[in-house]
């Protein structure tokens, strides 16, 4: 899955893309939309931005420390 996310791979990515790309990604979905990814925020902690960009795109995600963990 990685791999798909380099310069290069963007051009090819729809040629190349089969069933076990379909099942990786629905895999990170699920695990980026369950329990413990996602909490209501406390707004009485501190929040934290994450951000990244190059060339080809830009992401961020904001974060929370949640128990001990």
Do not use: Y
């Not at 990786?24 to 996602?38: D, G, I, Q, Y």
């Not at 060339?55 to 420390?65: D, I, R, S």
């Amino acid at each position: 899955m990685v791999d798909l996310t380099k310069k290069d791979a963007v051009k090819s990515v729809a040629k190349r893309w089969g069933p076990k790309h379909d099942e990786a990604f629905a895999e990170v979905k699920r695990l980026l939309t369950n329990a413990p990814v996602l909490h209501f925020p406390d707004f009485s902690k501190e929040f934290v931005i994450h951000v990244d960009a190059s060339e080809v795109g830009a992401g961020a995600f904001l974060a929370q420390q949640n128990g001990d963990a």
